[in-house]
C-alpha cells in the first residue's frame, strides 16, 4: 500500500479505508493521515489558531514571510499610501513589519476573532483601524476607496466564483492591488494526488517538535478537505496564470507576477494590478488606536 492509495481512497469518499491504508505507510504523511483521520476532528482550521501559529511560525514560512514583508515594503515605498486594506490580514504578520515608515489608515478584514486581536496588538499606536471581523464576501460592497488593497494567503480560502465577485467589487475601489499567493500547478487528478503526497510529506518534513499539532490543527485539515467528498474545505488554489486571468477578469489593468519565494508546496508570488481608484483615500468609520 502507498500514500496515494490512502488518498485515492479519500477522494472516493472512503475515509475509513483511506485510515487503513495510510496507517499501514511508514512516512510522516501515512502517519498524519491516519491519526488525522481516526481523530474525529471537523476539519476547521483557522478558528483553533494555535495550530496555524505553530504552522506560519516554523518550517519555510520564516523565510516565505521575509521574503512577503520584502514585497510589500516595496508597494508601500512605491505607492505612499494614505489608506490601506488589508483581505485576511490574519494575525498581522505580514502587514505590520512592512508598515514601517508608514501610516496609512487602515481597514482590516479577517474573519477570526483570535487572529485579528493579534493583529491589532501588533499594530503600532495611533493608527486609524476600522476592524471587520467577518468574511470579506460579506463587507466587501460597503467598504471605501483605497490606495492599497493587499491580500496575502488568503484569497485562496475563497472559491473560485466568490473570489471573482469579491474581486470585481474591489476594481473600482482600489488605486493598486497586492495579491500574495502560491503558484499551483494545474495537473490531471492523478497527477495531482502524486503532488499532494509528494509536497505534504516535505511540508511536515519541515516540522519538529510541533509537526503533531501542525499536521492534526492544520496541514491535514487543509489536504483533506482538497480531497474528501463533503469535507470542509479551505483552499481553491490556482495557477499564477489563472490568478492574473482572475484579476484582468475582475477589472483589473497592469497585471504583474512577480516570484517571491521557493515554498515547500509551490513557488510564491506577489501580484500586482491597478484598479480604477488611482489616488483613494479611505473616508470611513475609523477607530483610533
Same mark, same amino acid.
Given at each position: 500500500?502507498?500514500?496515494i492509495?490512502a488518498l485515492?481512497a479519500?477522494?472516493?469518499g472512503? #475515509?475509513e479505508? %483511506?485510515?487503513?491504508?495510510?496507517?499501514?505507510v511508514?512516512?510522516?504523511?501515512? @502517519?498524519?493521515l491516519?491519526?488525522y483521520?481516526?481523530?474525529? %476532528?471537523d476539519?476547521? =482550521?483557522y $478558528?483553533r489558531?494555535?495550530a496555524? @501559529?505553530a504552522f506560519?511560525d516554523?518550517?519555510?514560512n520564516?523565510g516565505l514571510?521575509?521574503a512577503v514583508?520584502?514585497?510589500?515594503?516595496?508597494v508601500?515605498d512605491?505607492v505612499r499610501?494614505?489608506?490601506?486594506?488589508?483581505?485576511g490580514?490574519?494575525d498581522?504578520?505580514a502587514?505590520v513589519?512592512a508598515l514601517?515608515?508608514?501610516?496609512p489608515?487602515l481597514?482590516?478584514?479577517?474573519?477570526s476573532s !483570535?487572529?485579528?486581536?493579534?493583529a491589532?496588538g501588533r499594530?503600532? !499606536?495611533?493608527?486609524? *483601524?476600522?476592524?471587520? $471581523?467577518?468574511? =470579506?464576501q460579506?463587507?466587501v460592497?460597503?467598504?471605501d476607496?483605497?490606495?492599497?488593497?493587499?491580500?496575502t494567503?488568503?484569497?485562496?480560502a475563497l #472559491?473560485?466564483? *466568490? @473570489?471573482?465577485?469579491?474581486?470585481a467589487?474591489?476594481?473600482?475601489?482600489?488605486g493598486t492591488l497586492? =495579491?500574495v499567493e502560491?503558484? *499551483?500547478?494545474?495537473?490531471?487528478?492523478?497527477?495531482?494526488?502524486?503532488?499532494?503526497?509528494e509536497?505534504?510529506?516535505?511540508?511536515? !518534513?519541515?516540522?519538529?517538535?510541533d509537526r503533531d499539532?501542525v499536521?492534526?490543527?492544520?496541514?491535514m #485539515?487543509v489536504?483533506t478537505?482538497q480531497?474528501? #467528498?463533503g469535507? =470542509? @474545505?479551505?483552499t481553491?488554489?490556482?495557477?499564477?496564470a489563472a490568478?492574473?486571468?482572475?484579476?484582468?477578469?475582475?477589472?483589473f489593468s497592469d497585471?504583474?507576477?512577480?516570484p517571491?519565494?521557493?515554498?515547500w508546496?509551490?513557488?510564491?508570488?506577489l501580484?500586482?494590478a491597478?484598479?480604477? !481608484?488611482?489616488?483613494?483615500?479611505?473616508s470611513?468609520?475609523?477607530?483610533?488606536?
Amino acid at each position: 500500500m502507498t500514500i496515494i492509495a490512502a488518498l485515492e481512497a479519500l477522494a472516493a469518499g472512503e #475515509p475509513e479505508r %483511506a485510515r487503513t491504508v495510510a496507517g499501514g505507510v511508514d512516512s510522516l504523511l501515512g @502517519r498524519a493521515l491516519a491519526e488525522y483521520l481516526g481523530s474525529g %476532528a471537523d476539519g476547521t =482550521v483557522y $478558528d483553533r489558531p494555535e495550530a496555524f @501559529r505553530a504552522f506560519i511560525d516554523g518550517g519555510g514560512n520564516v523565510g516565505l514571510y521575509d521574503a512577503v514583508t520584502r514585497a510589500l515594503t516595496a508597494v508601500y515605498d512605491r505607492v505612499r499610501p494614505g489608506s490601506l486594506l488589508d483581505v485576511g490580514c490574519g494575525d498581522g504578520r505580514a502587514l505590520v513589519p512592512a508598515l514601517a515608515g508608514h501610516r496609512p489608515r487602515l481597514t482590516l478584514v479577517e474573519p477570526s476573532s !483570535a487572529l485579528l486581536g493579534t493583529a491589532l496588538g501588533r499594530l503600532p !499606536a495611533g493608527l486609524d *483601524v476600522d476592524v471587520r $471581523d467577518a468574511e =470579506v464576501q460579506e463587507v466587501v460592497g460597503d467598504l471605501d476607496r483605497y490606495d492599497v488593497a493587499q491580500s496575502t494567503f488568503a484569497l485562496h480560502a475563497l #472559491p473560485h466564483v *466568490v @473570489r471573482d465577485g469579491v474581486l470585481a467589487a474591489l476594481a473600482p475601489r482600489v488605486g493598486t492591488l497586492a =495579491v500574495v499567493e502560491f503558484d *499551483v500547478p494545474d495537473l490531471s487528478p492523478a497527477q495531482r494526488l502524486a503532488f499532494l503526497a509528494e509536497t505534504y510529506e516535505r511540508g511536515l !518534513a519541515e516540522y519538529d517538535g510541533d509537526r503533531d499539532l501542525v499536521a492534526r490543527g492544520f496541514l491535514m #485539515p487543509v489536504l483533506t478537505g482538497q480531497l474528501l #467528498p463533503g469535507a =470542509v @474545505r479551505s483552499t481553491w488554489e490556482q495557477p499564477a496564470a489563472a490568478w492574473a486571468a482572475q484579476a484582468t477578469r475582475a477589472g483589473f489593468s497592469d497585471v504583474r507576477v512577480t516570484p517571491l519565494f521557493d515554498y515547500w508546496s509551490s513557488p510564491a508570488f506577489l501580484l500586482t494590478a491597478s484598479g480604477a !481608484a488611482p489616488g483613494a483615500r479611505s473616508s470611513g468609520r475609523t477607530a483610533v488606536r
